[in-house]
């Protein structure tokens, strides 16, 4: 018969007698073909994957969607600002608003100082991100170059 202390060792969840399951993810690769098909041989660059012509129409298509969505997206947030600012102004002619303009300019120029302020100083989140967007650019170069292209013509169109 086990003693008080013997079974509260069973059923503490940090125990020293758990044993964790290591899964090898080439092996399940290798077993499971669907994983090959999703993700793809290796976990290298793209560039090792597909050809050159591959790398540039997916990375142009994909710009290209971008950009297009980019373009009509800032159309629309361009004309709510746009009209919300002209309703203000209408109203404000009207009668039916009053701005205290001195107070507007006063915490404009409060808000500028604080940003010149801290622009200075960059998060470190920042900088991380920019290094791995660096690198991912330079080790996917056609396929960035074809997603820049394809972004100038989503905008264009």
């Known amino acids: 018969m086990a003693t008080a202390d013997q079974r509260e060792g069973q059923d503490d ?3 020293e007698d758990e044993v964790y399951e ?14 090959s098909r999703v993700f793809g041989n290796n976990s290298g660059p793209i560039a090792e994957k597909y050809s050159v012509a591959t790398q540039l129409m997916m990375g142009g298509v994909t710009g290209w969607c971008a950009g297009y969505v980019f ?5 629309i947030a361009a004309t709510a600002i746009g009209g919300g600012f002209l309703l203000l102004q209408i109203a404000n002619h009207s009668g039916y608003v009053q701005v205290d303009w001195k107070k507007v300019e006063k915490d404009v120029n409060k808000a500028k100082k604080h940003l010149k302020k801290k622009a200075n100083k960059a998060a470190p989140e920042i ?5 791995e967007a ?4 330079k080790r996917n170069i056609v396929l960035s170059s074809g997603f820049v292209g394809g972004f100038f013509l989503g905008l264009a169109s």
């Open 22 to 35: 290591v899964v090898d993810l080439t092996e399940y690769a290798r077993r499971h073909q669907w994983w």
């Open 71 to 75: 373009q009509r997206v800032g159309k």
């Open 127 to 131: 900088n991380t991100f920019i290094e």
């Open 13 to 15: 969840p940090e125990s």
């Open 134 to 137: 660096t690198d991912f650019i």
